[in-house]
């Protein structure tokens, strides 16, 4: 098993564009969500999906959209891009009842 | 206040020492406390989970929740550089159907040879 993957690694974008972080996961795992890590805040909840077609809202959604057409992938888009949103993404799916997380190895963006 | 307070570090130790990691939260409906490591430029993996009041141990680890003190901790017995990560404390309520675990901000932990 892969587990969960993302991509790309790095991202560096101009302030406007926009652009997708990819996530799968090959474990037919019911949640999945996406944190940001920031120094000195902690990692923080962006957007969450209880299984295909459903998504919610965590702690810092603005800026920020999600869709869940499969139970594998969880695409996160950044609309236009802002240098706040400059972070280290990651991503993480669990199975449902259970609250071990398994985290991606993060995408590191950095928005000029 | 954050809910969750943990010291950054960087706390250095030699090999062999026991370690201490602490975390304190305020919100009193926290029932399931966790520990995740995270190694440089890596992504968190859980490496100990209690639920409510007690101690729990795995192997060199152990998991203390004292939840009348609203603190936690995590204790590493015979510390290894291998052990130099980031530690982060995470939490959720016991509300049903909630998804949102409360991460600390991690404290790392460097283990010198």
């Known amino acids: 098993n892969a587990g969960v993957t993302q991509t790309p690694k790095f991202q560096v974008l101009k302030t406007g564009q926009s652009m997708t972080l990819q996530c799968a996961q090959d474990m037919n795992h019911e949640y999945m969500s996406w944190y940001r890590q920031d120094p000195g805040m902690g990692l923080r909840l962006i957007h969450y999906?209880?299984?295909?077609?459903?998504?919610d809202q965590g702690e810092v959604p603005n800026g920020y959209n999600v869709s869940r057409s499969t139970t594998e992938d969880f695409p996160l888009r950044l609309l236009s891009a802002a240098p706040s949103q400059t972070s280290v993404y990651f991503c993480?799916?669990?199975?449902?009842?259970?609250?071990?997380?398994?985290f991606g190895p993060g995408t590191r963006l950095t928005v000029l | 206040q954050k809910e969750v307070e943990q010291d950054p570090g960087p706390l250095s130790v030699p090999e062999g020492a026991i370690v201490s990691l602490n975390c304190t939260y305020s919100?009193?409906?926290?029932?399931?406390f966790m520990w995740y490591r995270q190694y440089s430029r890596k992504g968190p993996e859980l490496l100990m989970y209690?639920?409510?009041?007690g101690n729990k141990e795995d192997g060199r680890f152990t998991a203390q929740v004292d939840k009348s003190s609203k603190y936690i901790s995590l204790f590493i017995r015979d510390s290894q550089p291998s052990d130099s990560a980031t530690y982060l404390c995470?939490?959720?309520?016991?509300?049903?159907?909630?998804?949102?675990?409360?991460f600390g901000t991690g404290t790392r932990l460097k283990v010198l040879a």
């Open positions: 919100n009193s409906a926290f029932q399931y």
């Open positions: 999906s209880v299984g295909a077609g459903i998504t």
């Open positions: 993480a799916s669990r199975q449902g009842g259970l609250d071990t997380q398994y």
């Open positions: 995470a939490m959720k309520p016991v509300t049903s159907g909630t998804y949102k675990y409360i």
């Open positions: 209690t639920y409510s009041s």
